[in-house]
């Protein structure tokens, strides 16, 4: 998933990677387009360095003559919102990716299927030639979902608001879209007024990814009404952050902070930390509301506690949609199963191991036992039959610079060579080295399945002995805040379709970030400076190469597997776009009566 975390380094000017996903989808979808793109300018897209062909299944919706649909589609889900809707604070999945993405909106977004930019609360937008001043020229007569309107003073108190609130571990600083004093800097600098609709983003330098920034939820505007800007700055304090109290029908407040998307929140339960239900309702303010947006007037989502519970509610009706978390037996169920459709998408998502140097046993020698140990293919295979692939790199396969240094390094399962550095660590058959391997529950799929996995792998060698337990998700994120963990798993989504941003996040030069594994290397760090300045695609290959090799020695992190995007649903639901960008478009869906 994005995850919470604190990335202090400036962002790279690697160029746009250009990725062609070709699906075929339904009518509503290619309206969006026609709805979508009109007045664009020639600069609307940058230049590209290096192709990108993620792995894909091309889903086709399924046809259907009947012209009539439902007003209201059940979605089920085993995911949660982490803590708020806040984009200043928000960096987990379901919150970003999910529900801002549905009730907020950005100035730019994809066009569904592909990584295309296309124009969204910016009409068009032009660039100066040496790269560091953006100008958006802004949809006019366009509302949130209170009535308040939406401007270019808009825009900028939304980006004022990130700078002040400043929040370490929230996107702004995390992706590296901008911040100041110990947080300094990202990419952004300031942005200026230049018109009632048309603001202007100054960059520190060049970056010709910046669009993908654009459209990421941490730069969408905010109601101003809703949305406070704190009164005392101080990073880290929280204060101004829109935080979840109580039920929308209550208090609207923490609910829509964004406001502008095709549906507003009208309800949302939680109990514990965890979500029970959330009903989107269309929203009558949508700027492309008279284009028929959102086809489907009413989204209930309904949480479950487990995979089992999710599978069990799409059986019996009780949901149209599963989507986030189906284990991969009730998938094959699903696929030989003619009342269900499966859909699956690229495979930008991954997931690895991370190992925490504040235990003073997990020295580089006995990192590197644990990556030659490693049996990725049985992860992939025996956990999820198949359905996800190997990965030796935290950049994914078919990724712009990726190389298997994971594989040249270690291979798979080599356990002769694992032994070998167990025992040059000082370990033996009647001296193991003892590893706690901690796994989430409630926000992955299988994990206990890759613990075991990881655990029968290790405990091979005869020198180790693994001891899992699992920890709710919640508790999982303070523990590996604490340092409370030795070995744990996390996984990572795209915040924007670059390799850097599956590089820096991992590795940042303090050493904490959002996984706490306290790994400082000094090369690193000064390499990624070098990518931040490089435009040259041959240097960029040669730097990338560079500090995958110095990951895969360290290995800090191992890379574990990619996965796809994967959602069921009964035959008669269409619009589901599950693309590169992983966002799950509720405003494309539909349902037959």
């Known amino acids: 998933m994005k995850l919470q975390m604190s990335n202090k380094t400036a962002i790279s000017r690697a160029a746009t990677i250009g990725i062609v996903i070709i699906i075929i989808l339904v009518g509503a979808v290619a309206a969006y387009y026609v709805s979508t793109t009109g007045g664009a300018s020639s600069t609307t897209t940058p230049t590209t360095g290096g192709t990108t062909t993620l792995p894909t299944t091309v889903t086709t919706s399924p046809t259907t003559s009947v012209s009539a649909y439902r007003s209201q589609i059940i979605i089920g889900t085993t995911d949660s919102v982490q803590t ?35 124009p969204a609360l910016a009409t068009d937008w032009s660039v100066t030639p040496n790269g560091t001043v953006y100008t958006f020229n802004l949809r006019q007569g366009v509302k949130f979902a ?23 571990a929230g996107p702004f600083v995390g992706a590296g879209v901008g911040g ?4 300094c800097c990202g990419v952004l600098n300031h942005t200026s007024v230049t018109g009632p609709y048309q603001v202007k983003f100054y960059l520190n330098e060049p970056f010709t990814a910046f669009l993908g920034m654009v459209a990421f939820q941490a730069l969408w505007p905010v109601d101003p009404k809703i949305a406070p800007m704190p009164a005392h700055p ?15 029908s209550t208090d ?5 902070p964004n406001g502008l998307g ?3 929140l009208t309800k949302w339960d939680r109990s514990a930390g965890k979500d029970v239900e959330m009903d989107f309702t269309a929203n009558a303010n949508y700027w492309n509301a008279t284009n028929g947006w959102p086809k489907t007037h009413n989204i209930i989502i309904k949480f479950y506690s487990d995979s089992t519970s999710l599978a069990l509610a799409m059986r019996n009706g009780e949901i149209d949609v599963a989507y986030r978390q189906i284990a991969p037996t009730d998938l094959a169920s699903f696929q030989t199963n003619s009342a269900f459709k499966v859909w699956k998408g690229p495979g930008s998502f991954i997931q690895y191991l991370v190992l925490d140097l504040k235990d003073k046993a997990l020295t580089q020698t006995v990192r590197q036992a644990i990556a030659y140990a490693m049996n990725r293919s049985a992860i992939a295979n025996n956990v999820f039959l198949g359905t996800v692939q190997p990965l030796y790199s935290m950049i994914p396969a078919g990724m712009s610079y990726h190389t298997d240094q994971f594989q040249t390094n270690y291979g798979d399962a080599n356990i002769a060579k694992a032994q070998a550095l167990l025992t040059q660590a000082g370990y033996s058959t009647s001296h193991p080295l003892i590893i706690n391997l901690t796994y989430p529950t409630g926000h992955y799929t299988s994990t206990d399945g890759i613990a075991l996995q990881l655990k029968q792998a290790l405990e091979k060698t005869g020198m180790v002995n693994v001891v899992t337990s699992s920890s709710p998700w919640s508790s999982y994120k303070a523990s590996t805040q604490a340092d409370q963990l030795q070995a744990y798993m996390y996984g990572w989504y795209p915040d924007y379709v670059d390799p850097y941003d599956y590089q820096v996040p991992f590795y940042p030069g303090d050493g904490t970030g959002f996984l706490h594994d306290n790994f400082v290397n000094s090369t690193l760090t000064t390499l990624f400076k070098s990518i931040a300045s490089t435009a040259s695609t041959s240097q960029l290959a040669t730097l990338y190469n560079q500090a995958q090799t110095i990951e895969a020695q360290q290995a800090p992190v ?7 995007s994967i959602a069921v ?20 869906l539909q349902e037959a009566t």
């Open 84 to 118: 708020t809707l806040d984009p200043a604070d928000a960096y987990d999945y379901f919150a970003q990716d999910v529900v801002i993405l549905n009730v907020g909106d950005g100035l730019v977004d994809y066009k569904p299927g592909s990584s295309a930019y296309v």
């Open 146 to 168: 209170d009535g308040t309107p939406f401007d270019a003073t808009t825009v900028q108190y939304s980006v004022q608001r990130e700078f002040a609130i400043q929040e370490s």
């Open 180 to 183: 100041s004093g110990a947080q």
């Open 234 to 248: 101080s990073p880290g304090t929280n204060e101004g952050i829109v935080n979840y109290t109580s039920n929308c």
């Open 252 to 256: 609207p407040t923490p609910c829509n």
């Open 262 to 264: 095709p549906y507003k």
């Open 558 to 564: 191992i890379p574990m597997f990619q996965g796809t």
């Open 569 to 588: 649903s009964n035959t008669k639901v269409t619009g589901i776009v599950l693309d590169i960008t992983i966002w799950f478009r509720l405003g494309l």
